[in-house]
């Protein structure tokens, strides 16, 4: 039984081929088998947010999907998503309010919020709390995120 | 933790889906949009053997109008759901619910028949299907049937579905009256302490007809049919009523009291707002 299965999968651009067990989720995946370390795992079970990553261009928990049912589907985290400036805009207010602590759940919430940005450019603060609600942060920075996000909203609204 | 070593299967059509599961028997589970089954797996309260993997079978996604209503394929996700105009046409109920799915990350993978086939007595869509009157159609080894939601939920976690059967779909009549959708919760997309899934025919300032649906309260979906049919006398009336029809069960969040205290208050608030809508 779990006997391995080959899968092929694009990840920041870059075609992936590997051979995994039907249990390996995909934040392990990313992590042990691709060294992309900056999408975190803690709860395993939905609850906490930290392993958000992209699949086929919707966010989604890296610790409840399997890597092997990604056969053929385009998955982006943090790092490439930095690489691209796709989150320049939420890095930037996240820097300049101070919206960090420990960082652990930061790559995630960045993913969250921009989620939250492509579906509505000008959010109330009460939408981004209720979006950043599938993100947990310990250190309790809830209040310098939201400020944050706020922020980067009305930096997007610039763009050209 | 990890999930426990499964095999793993990615059959292409509904037959193949149903070989493998007769094949499987107990110790084969569906996977859809994995959003329960993975952290059960990952909590290892369960263990199968094989897991069929169904997101490459495309005759169960979808959503499509028919003559009195719409369908809706069981692995739509609920994503979709929430942004699609047919069911914002036909079955306004399910776009109001979907926000309250969880979170979008959850929401971009979960699945509507994922969240019917799982019965948690907390989650929104059993009951919108309870309160919209859809048909359940199901395959298995032995063909399809079709079963009303009313009969469909019977507990935590169970449903009318045997373990070789698969959800297929659900074909809902289109809704009638205004929308009466709340749910209160610690935090937004946490479980439900208690919620009000139905729809109110409102006629000079009257609610003719009604169909009040409540979860989170009691051990599953429960249709407040006492309270559905005083609502032509008044709201009060319908909130007295409730004692009729709920028997609420206390969870980390609330008790018995407190979830039977906010059915109330959710009846109370959706209704005036449903007035205020038809006025």
Known sequence: ?160 | MKAPPFSYARPRTLDAVLKLLAEGGGDARLLAGGQSLVPALNMRLLEPKLLIDINGVSELSGISESRNGIRIGALTRQAVLGVSEIVARRAPLLTAAVPFIAHEAIRSRGTFGGSLAQADPAAELPACVVALDAQLEIAGPRGRRCVPAREFFKGVYETALARDEVLVAAEIPAQRGETLFLELARRHGDYAMAGLAGWAAVQQGRVAEARLVFFGTDIRAIEAKTASAALATSVEAAIAALDHDLTPVADLNASAAMKRHLAGALLRRACAAAMARAA
Request: charged share 20%.
């Open chain 1, 1 to 160: 039984m779990s006997e391995m299965v080959a899968i092929r999968l694009t990840v920041n651009g870059a075609t992936v081929e590997r051979d995994v067990q039907p249990r390996l989720n995909l934040v392990d995946f990313l992590r042990d088998e691709l060294g992309l370390t900056a999408t975190h795992w803690s709860c395993e079970h939905g609850a906490c947010g930290a392993c958000t990553v992209r699949v086929n261009g919707e966010i989604v928990r890296g610790c409840l999907i399997f890597a092997v049912q990604l056969d053929g589907a385009t998955v982006e985290t943090i790092e490439g998503l930095t690489d691209s400036g796709a989150l320049a805009e939420l890095q930037a207010a996240f820097h300049a309010r101070n919206a960090v602590q420990c960082g652990f759940c930061t790559s995630a919430m960045l993913l969250t919020a921009d989620a939250l940005l492509r579906h509505d450019p000008d959010p109330s603060r009460e939408t981004i709390r209720a979006a950043l609600s599938a993100n947990y942060c310990r250190c309790t920075g809830y209040h310098a995120i939201v400020d944050a996000v706020a922020d980067a909203a009305r930096e997007r609204a610039k763009r050209p």
